[in-house]
């Protein structure tokens, strides 16, 4: 489950699935209960791509209280910085499969349930990317599924024992650095039987 980016459009503008659309994938009505009054097939938005608008009354929407929350589209023939509610024409709004699934993700990621759901994923992005930027899982060497797998395991396994080797690090030194100085004491204690040996004679 990948989050998707409306990062273009402002936070309070609500989405397409806000509106209602019959199953051939038409807009039958707005936020605020209105009809659109046609169909075209027009360039989308800063692309020369084209795709099905729904147009709606310019005069309904120009005294829509909703008016700036609405993603539909003010007419392009207006002077720059002109405020669409000064604007002449209908007023249009994209409406293909691809942006209404966008709109209705990018709501879907605003609820609790969802947020829950992430959690999730959210909690192993790091292990991911350390992945892909230490292990280089990203562009394997290796062909077919058998050895894709195998190698995958075996970067797993040297992740999860780097991670492990890491966390204990701490312990371990305190340990070896009790195994030294035990040592040490062993050897001083085994230096001055010696010597006391040695005087004995
Ligand atoms: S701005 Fe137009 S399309 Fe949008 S909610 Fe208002 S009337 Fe409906």
Redesign the pocket.
């Known amino acids: 489950m990948t989050p998707v980016n409306r990062s273009r459009l402002s936070d309070d503008v609500v989405g397409r699935d806000l509106f209602q659309f019959d199953s051939n994938g038409f807009a039958t009505r707005?936020?605020?209960g209105?009809r659109p009054i046609d169909h075209r097939i027009l360039s989308g938005h800063n692309s020369t791509r084209r795709s099905l608008h729904a147009i709606?009354d310019g005069n309904?929407?120009r005294s829509?209280q909703?008016?700036d929350q609405?993603p539909?589209r003010a007419p392009n023939h207006r002077e720059r910085g002109c405020s669409p509610r000064d604007t002449v024409g209908d007023?249009r709004?994209e409406i293909t499969p691809e942006m209404r699934l966008r709109d209705k993700m990018s709501s879907d990621q605003q609820t609790p349930q969802w947020k829950d759901r992430y959690k999730i994923r959210s909690g192993i992005e790091a292990t991911n990317s350390e992945l892909k930027r230490s292990h280089g899982i990203g562009k394997l060497r290796v062909r077919r599924a058998v050895k894709v797998c195998f190698t995958v395991a075996c970067k797993l396994i040297a992740c999860n024992i780097k991670r492990w080797a890491k966390a204990h690090f701490y312990v371990l030194n305190q340990l070896l650095h009790s195994f030294i100085l035990l040592l040490e004491a062993r050897l001083n204690e085994v230096g001055r039987f010696h010597n006391n040996a040695l005087l004995c004679k």
Request: aromatic residues 14%; neutral net charge.
């Open positions: 707005c936020p605020m209105h709606f309904t929407c829509c909703m008016l609405c539909v007023f709004l």
